[in-house]
């Protein structure tokens, strides 16, 4: 069975700060990852994508995550937060047998001045 | 490329009416889904189409939903004798799935419905 779960629903940071959002997986197969991002009344954009190649993930807007098969893991992060980060992030895993995205909860993401 | 479009955005209807939404893929994609989400949780599958071809569909799509995809172009979602509970974003995302390869989905920017 596929899931995840995102360790904390709501994260705030300072800008400038690192930014750091975290998610379990659990899969019976080799996962294929996603994070995407979600701003207000807008549908989900695509931050990156693990497919079994290199483990650190870039993504766009300087994001980047990093799979960690001992860890089961795939945590998100930013070395220093802007203003427009502010958003809820959700992590997904994919099953291709299924063609179907598993995703977590979310995480808010509040960015102060 | 235009990206995946829906319309409405918003729909806002009396329980009991009849809904249905459209949902115009990114061109050449022949993978198209269907996601509901709501308040505070993250997006749950609800089906998606092969070309025509709908393949699967959750649990979650119960028989008063129904999705086509005619001529594996734009698809449709109705939802028939709307309830309270059916107050969600429902979000279309397409891709293009090569064979044995893992297809990136696209989201649309969701219709948001309102049963009151």
């Known amino acids: 069975a596929q899931s995840v779960t995102q360790l904390g629903s709501h994260v705030s940071v300072s800008e400038g700060a690192l930014v750091l959002l975290r998610c379990n997986y659990s899969s019976s197969v080799p996962p294929y990852l996603f994070w995407y991002v979600q701003y207000p009344n807008q549908g989900l954009q695509l931050l990156l994508k693990y497919t079994s190649a290199a483990t650190l993930v870039k993504g766009i807007n300087g994001f980047e995550a990093e799979f960690k098969k001992s860890e089961t893991s795939f945590h998100l992060t930013k070395p220093s937060a802007h203003m427009s980060d502010a958003a809820e992030y959700f992590c997904a895993v994919y099953r291709s047998t299924l063609g179907r995205l598993y995703f977590g909860r979310g995480t808010q993401l509040t960015v102060w001045p | 490329d235009t990206g995946v479009s829906q319309n409405p955005r918003h729909k806002i209807t009396k329980r009991g009416q009849n809904v249905t939404f459209r949902c115009d893929p990114i061109s050449e994609h022949n993978r198209l889904y269907w996601y509901r989400q709501t308040l505070g949780q993250g997006p749950e599958f609800l089906t998606y189409?092969?070309?025509?071809?709908?393949?699967?569909k959750s649990r979650l799509l119960s028989d008063r939903f129904s999705a086509e995809r005619p001529k594996g172009s734009f698809s449709t979602l109705e939802i028939q004798r709307t309830e309270q509970g059916d107050s969600a974003m429902y979000l279309c995302?397409?891709?293009?799935?090569?064979?044995?390869?893992?297809?990136?989905?696209?989201f649309g920017p969701g219709t948001r419905l309102t049963v009151l």
């Open positions: 995302a397409s891709s293009f799935q090569l064979a044995e390869a893992t297809d990136t989905q696209y």
């Open positions: 189409f092969q070309n025509e071809a709908q393949l699967e």
